[in-house]
DNA sequence: GTTTGTGAATAGTTTCACAGCA
DNA sequence: TGCTGTGAAACTATTCACAAAC
C-alpha cells in the first residue's frame, strides 16, 4: 500500500509509536511485534501494522520491528531528525512550565528562545533562555527558529499569531482556547486543556 | 435525526460551540446562526448544524441559535451544570501551571485538592488550595470529587492512577505520556504536549 | 510456529443539497 | 428571504482475514 496519501490519523500516531519505541530500545531490547508494542501503547496490533506499511516495509515477517531502525524511520518521516528550534510566547505559569518541560527534548526539540510583554520579565533568565522584548520579536529565521508556542491571554492570541507568522514561523503550537487565522502554509495545533477536560464528564457514569 | 448513538467527534465540538456561544453571550448577542458561529471558531456551518441535530431542535429557522439555551443545553448535555470538582496530582512546574490556569473555571470546574509527593511542598498553599500528602490520598467520593488531573513523572503515573481509581475517581485528565490501564467505567485523556509538537514538523513546508 | 503486509469489508465522519419553517 | 434540520452521498479510518515471509 505504498504511495498513498498518509492518513492524518496515522501521522497522530506516528509520535506514539516513536516513544514506545524508544522507551523500548533504552531497555535494551532490539526487535518488537507489533502485538507486544500494541500493548505497551494501548493501541490494536493491525492499527500499527497498517500505519507502518503506508510508508514501506518496516518489519520482518516472524521477527517484528527493528527498534534502532524503526526509530530512525519515524524521525526521519516527522522530520524531526533536523533538531527543530522552537519560540517561546508568553512566559507566565503556562509558559514557565514549558519551558522547564522535560519532554521536548526526546524529541529533538529545543526551545532557543522566549518573549513576554512584561518588563519585569524581560532579560530575566528562565530554563536556558533569557527573555525578550515582544516588541522586538523578529527575524527568527536566521536563528533557524522554526516553529512558535503561544501560552499568551487569549486576547492576545491573534496579534502574537501574526508577529510568528512574519517572523517566519512556519508551525504553531496554540494553548490558547481561541481560534486563528494564518496562511494556508502555516500548520496550527491547538491543545485547549479546558476544552479536553470539559468532555470527560459526558463519559463518565452517572451515579 | 433523535435517538443516535452521539458521534465522539461531535462530543469533542460540543466544548468548542460552548465557548464560542458563551464569548458571543458575553459581548450582549442574543442570536447566533450557524453561519456566523462557524466563523468566529474556523469550523463548517453544517458541521455545527448536523452535530446540533443529534441532540434535538436548538435552532429557529430563519434566526439561528438562541445563544443563552443553547449554553443551557450543552451544560446539561456536557454535565458541567453539576459544576465538577477535579483533584490535582503532582504539583510540580506543570502542576503549579494548572492549579493558577484560568481556563477550568470558565466550564464550571474547581480543583478541589492537590496532592505531591515532595515533603517540602505538603502542607504548603498554592492556588487556594493546600497541598496534601498522596500517601493519604482516598475517600475523595464524600468531597464530591469525581475528577482527577494527574501531572506527575512518566514513571509513577500508573501507580497514580490506580490510588485516583480506589479514591473514587471516575474520569482522569492524564498529563503523562505513558499509556495506563484503568477499569473500563473510567475515562481516561491524555494530553501529551510533546507528542502534539512532534506531528507538526510534518505539516510544515520543506523550505 | 510466528509475524508482517495488505486487499476487502465494515464503521465512522463529513459534506452536500434541499425541503420546510420563521 | 434567510436559516435550520436531515437524509443521502462522499469520504476517511478501522478492523478483519489470510497469503507470504522468516
Known amino acids: 500500500m505504498r504511495y498513498h496519501k498518509i492518513p492524518d490519523e496515522t501521522v497522530r500516531r506516528l509520535p ?36 507502518f506499511s503506508y510508508f514501506g516495509d518496516f518489519g520482518t ?22 533538531g527543530q528550534k522552537a519560540v ?30 512584561d518588563k519585569r520579565k524581560i ?28 501560552a499568551v491571554p487569549e486576547d492576545t492570541t491573534q496579534e502574537v499569531a501574526d508577529t510568528l507568522v512574519d517572523a517566519g514561523i512556519k508551525g504553531i503550537l496554540n494553548f490558547s482556547p481561541r481560534y486563528i487565522t494564518v496562511p494556508k502554509r502555516v500548520k496550527v495545533i491547538t491543545i485547549d486543556i479546558a476544552m479536553d477536560l470539559a468532555r470527560l464528564p459526558y463519559y463518565m457514569p452517572l451515579s
Open 123 to 150: 532579560g530575566r533568565r528562565r530554563g536556558g533562555v533569557v527573555i525578550g522584548d515582544i516588541a522586538k520579536l523578529r527575524n527568527l529565521r536566521r536563528r533557524g527558529i522554526c516553529l512558535g508556542i503561544i
Open 16 to 51: 506514539v509509536y516513536l516513544r514506545g519505541a524508544m522507551h523500548l530500545s533504552q531497555q535494551g531490547l532490539e526487535s518488537i511485534s507489533s502485538r507486544h508494542l500494541a500493548d505497551l501503547l494501548g493501541v490494536k496490533p493491525w492499527q500499527i501494522r497498517k500505519d
Open 88 to 117: 517561546l510566547v508568553g512566559v507566565g505559569n503556562l509558559g514557565s512550565a514549558l519551558l522547564a518541560f522535560p519532554g521536548f527534548g526526546m524529541y529533538g526539540f529545543e526551545i532557543a528562545a522566549a518573549f513576554d510583554v
Open 61 to 82: 515477517p516472524g521477527v517484528g520491528y527493528h527498534l534502532e531502525s524503526l526509530i530512525k524511520q519515524i524521525n526521519k518521516i516527522l522530520r524531526l531528525d533536523a
